[in-house]
């Protein structure tokens, strides 16, 4: 089964940092671009970030660069991100998703990990 | 380019047909238009409905149908049914960036 598995969520401190992580299975994982996207209580989504399948490619949102750093590890189909300074305003559900090969498309979506900053 | 604008909130009743727009999306260098949907139901996670603007994944339903327009996209699902209530973001992919409407909510009557 292709799934996706997040992780690393909790009750964190405003200026504390937290490293979330999504286990891949039931597929390459090192075939797939990954993405971020969060959604804040009551909101839509946004999108984070995403990284190539070989992790030499990475690209963010303006508004969060800096703060936010993507990761994988292909050899442990894992992939992670990590947020430092964080802000009431990142309270939310934090989910990864992997992109379909070839098209645009986010395919498969994890369950999400919730991140509240208080 | 900044969020894609999407009415926010719909209904309808069963067996018709509805329509959201996404204004906003934009093409890439090539003039290709990277638009996908997707329905998140109340505490899941969302699901892809359409990509490429009208392409649907395997074992999304027929009744579910997109297109383009200028700047604007749409979905449209037909023969409205109860399970189709949901929320329904469009995203344009460009320039490395990925740009989620604002949602539509979508009640059944």
């Known amino acids: 089964e292709v799934q996706l598995v997040e992780s690393g969520g909790g009750l964190v401190r405003p200026g504390e940092s937290v490293r979330l992580s999504c286990a891949a299975s039931g597929f390459t994982f090192s075939n797939h671009y990954m993405h971020w996207v969060r959604q804040s209580p009551g909101k839509g989504l946004e999108w984070i970030s995403f990284?190539?399948?070989?992790?030499?490619?990475?690209s963010y949102v303006g508004s969060l660069k800096g703060r936010f750093t993507i990761s994988r590890d292909n050899a442990n189909n894992s992939l992670f991100l990590e947020i430092n300074g964080l802000r009431g305003e990142d309270t939310g559900v934090y989910y990864c998703a992997r992109r379909l090969l070839g098209p645009f498309g986010l395919d498969v979506w994890g369950q999400g990990t919730t991140v509240i900053v208080s | 380019q900044s969020a894609l604008t999407q009415p926010a909130s719909l209904s309808g009743s069963p067996g018709q047909s509805i329509t959201i727009s996404c204004s906003g999306t934009?093409?890439?260098?090539?003039?290709?238009?990277?638009v996908s949907w997707y329905q998140q139901r109340p505490g899941k996670a969302p699901q892809l409905i359409l990509y490429d603007v009208k392409s649907r994944p395997s074992g999304v339903s027929s009744r579910f149908s997109g297109s383009s327009s200028g700047d604007t996209a749409s979905l449209t699902i037909s023969g409205l049914q109860a399970e189709d209530e949901a929320d329904y973001y469009c995203a344009s992919y460009t320039s490395d960036n990925l740009f989620f409407g604002g949602g539509t909510k979508l009640i059944v009557l």
């Open positions: 990284i190539s399948n070989s992790g030499n490619q990475k």
């Open positions: 934009t093409r890439d260098s090539h003039g290709y238009n990277y």
